[in-house]
């Protein structure tokens, strides 16, 4: 009863700016109500939008040569990186996804693996041969063959060439004879920092 | 008739009100009338419709995937009626409409006619030229050639350097962590869908607001005021009339808008560059090295947009308003600096061929780098010109798989064999044309027949020679190795790469037999040719004779190499001396020979001779004898026991195993033997 007796009292209090505010309520209510109708499609479209950011990736670990084709004379050796890529909806199998170049100093037996893309703005690194220098053709970023800016933080590469992890695989051919694969982990890191951050 | 007309716009205007909006929108007062200067606004909105028009109709045609836009582009550009001017008048067009909002920018900005109450509508038309530059920014990836590509390459790896959410801005843009369909289908999105909707959205806006208030008269005002209809719209019709028309005009100058090669994402395009507008970032960037880059890419660029956006607030004051101006000043004026600057630098050198020597440059390390970078960037420039002429007769001789354009230059030995040459072959093999006509064939063609032919014969065939058409691709470019250590493979298993075999000072030169360290200079076939020549008794004559004979035999292993060249004479007599050629090779040749011997002497050829001593001359040079060489020089069809260093690139049957892969042995193989895709082969009669 005192229930009912205090919310007539309201509403007879309130009578005298009903208008207003009940129509401020209204279109508070519409305004919500409206634009909770769209969160629908909105969501529907971001979320599916954002999915690129929760996909993860795992570096391939891709055989790029025998190392009978790394002479251990301290050159560098350049060779393409294949392996299977898959592209939304399009399935790619051994394709060219990147390239390294291959030292291998004398007496070593695991060459270093140089991934060919510029940490700089990444485009592709090539190697001249008089000069003894990588050099990228973009914005003149040049490397020695141990990967270092040739002048170091004046360089516009903000970090020295990225190396990649080698493995060695010794494999029985038929014949008797053994082959040795080598094998990269092919990370594609991210340009224009100082530190190392893999795309994915 | 005319009553009608007048009871249909009745009608119309009782249910719309489109009288009231038409006279609302033509006739509104130009304070001091009509005047050229006020053409600058309508003009972009001409620019703009040009570009909505030209758009939805490349967009039929268009289709974002990374097998098919590359492909649809081409198939507007080279197949389609008038495709390359539709898409040549919307590539200029987006040029001119930022020429045109740089110069209805400064008018604004020189008038001051962002002053209260324009501020908004000031800020409006700034958002409106961010749309225009992102509109470019997406439109130029589009076509997804490797211009395209790997300009947007750069711009989208500086994003991801944007602090905090760079990484994730370049994700979602880019849509993954690589570019690729989705990359298409996203800027597509952006390009066709949300950038346009925003600019008509915001342009309305701008266009309201500026009725609202009214445009910035000149001051003073001399005229008394006119209406928009028609004064002012002749005038701004005029001026549409003038840049779509320049447009046309540079679009048929031009043959329309450029395509490159499909883009390809293991192989970078050194020459990519911005679009000519953004250029002046690019060369700006080059100030900032390493970890200053964001000040280059985002901070600096950052805080000018900041500034242009404060301008209205800045300029209420006279000298706030000089400093909008001077600001504005060095805007243009910087750009325009930096915009020559980057176009000096790459042009440096002048030509792809130029040498630092030849430049006339102070000799400082400076100088030398520049010239290089610049060399650098015209070489790349060349090649990928080249590339793309190459890939797109490739199109149109022999159509698109369905796997995209860039298979037609992964397949293409011409494209790939020089490339596949230098990595696998060239530290050893030279591959030049030789004085001696190795290279022309016409001329050798000729000296080849010389002996054989009756004087009439000979005048026909120098006729069919002389009326010969030389295809593009005729023959590939040299790739020289000043020291090689193993033979020239220049127009390998061609005729007179035969016959060199069998003249005594070719097979003794550096480019056979005779290089540098080999191990066959005292071997048997160079002691056999060189006999065959020097130890003549009846001298010259039969000297003759054993020419005669030497060239059947090159005839005859020229056939066997099943040479891919058209140029095979098919006429009885040639046919009869290649038979000629092939009984001297199993025999016959001892007749002619002082010393008594034939090739199958030493050499295989089909049923007679053995295996062991020489290579197999069954097949010579043929396809598959060369693909089986490379596999494993030292075979027993090959060089069992006298192979001279060459490595045996693939002689596995599993190919992981082996250095060349079967697909590039075949590349290689077609490249050598010159036996490629010429789309004009035409030999004319």
Redesign the interface.
Known sequence: MAKKNKSKKMSESAAATETSSGADRRSFVAIVAGGLAMMGPIGAGVWS??S??F?K?SPPEV?V??L??VPADGRPY?F?VVSDRK????QYSQ?????VYLIRQPGEEIPTAFTAKCP?????I?YSADEEKF?C????SAFALDGKRVNG???????DMDTLEVKLNP?E??DGES?TEVLVTFV?Y?????EK?P?? | MKKLATGVVDWLDSRTGIKGILHEALYERVPGGARWRYVWGSALVVAFMTQVITGIFLWMAYSPSTQTAWESVYFIQHEMNGGWFLRGVHHYMSSMMVVLLAIHFAQVVWDGAYRAPRELNFVLGLILMLIVLGLSLTGYLLPWDQKGYWATNVGTELASQAPVAGGAIKKLAIGGSSYGHHTLTRFFALHAGILPGSLVAFLALHLWLFRRHGLTPKQPIKNPDAMFWPDQMLKDCVAALGIVGAVLVVTVYTQGAELTAPADPANNYAAARPEWYFLFLFQFLKWFPGELEIWGAFVIPGLIVAYMFLMPWIGRTKPGHVLNVLVLAVLLGGSAWLTVAAVQEDTLAGSPDATFEESGLADTEANRNAFAASLDFLKAKRDAHFEAERVVDLAKAVGIPPTGGLALVYDDPYLQGPKLFKQHCASCHNYEPLGNGLGDYAEQLKEAFRPFLTSEEQSEYEQKLNNLKYPKYFRADAIINPAPTAPNLYGISNGTWMSAWLDPKLIASKHLLGYEGSPFVDGDMMTFVVEAHENDPNNENLDDDVDVAFRKISRALMEEADFPNYLLDDSEASKSFREEGRELIIGGLADVLDSGMSCVDCHKFHDEGDLGSAPDLTGYMSRQWLIDFIRNPADDRFYPDTNDRMPAFAPHDNEQLNQLDDKTLGLIVDWLRGDWVRPEDTVED
Not at chain 1, 87 to 90: C, K, S
Not at chain 1, 95 to 99: F, N, P, W
């Open positions: 939008f954002l690129p950011l996909r990736s055989r040569a025998l009978d084709q350049f393409p592209d939304a909806w399009t394709q060219k996804v990147g390239a700089h703005a990444g485009c592709s090539g050099k053709p973009c914005h003149t933080d004046e360089e516009v590469s903000p970090r494999i051919v038929a082959v594609d991210q340009t224009g920092h100082k951050h795309t994915s």
